[in-house]
């Protein structure tokens, strides 16, 4: 069981959302439904090392088309990972 750095409370497993940015881009890109253990006190989540490493790489393109110059405004990005609902009790 792990422990949040700042509260030393044992984390529990959840969903968390995030907002990424890159600088010299002025995009930002909102994930929303990201596993993770989360701190129960202060809400700190910590994402582990392959899912980090997923989102950094499904996000990449956002930031290169963002940093070309275009005429279109940045776009809203919103990236939507399902979240599981529990199973009801039949
Ligand atoms: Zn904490």
């Given at each position: 069981?792990?422990?949040?750095?700042?509260?030393?409370?044992?984390?529990?497993?959840?969903y968390t959302t995030d907002t990424y940015t890159r600088n010299g881009t002025d995009i930002a890109v909102t994930v929303t439904g990201i596993?993770?253990?989360?701190?129960?006190?202060?809400h700190e989540s910590y994402l582990d090392?392959?899912?980090?490493?997923?989102?950094?790489?499904?996000?990449?393109?956002?930031?290169?088309?963002?940093?070309?110059?275009?005429r279109l405004p940045r776009p809203n990005v919103r990236v939507d990972f399902p979240v599981p609902t529990p199973a009801k009790a039949a």
């Open positions: 069981m792990s422990r949040c750095v700042h509260c030393r409370v044992a984390t529990r497993f959840g596993p993770a253990d989360i701190c129960p006190s202060c090392m392959d899912a980090a490493t997923e989102i950094e790489a499904l996000l990449a393109p956002f930031f290169d088309a963002a940093a070309a110059p275009g």
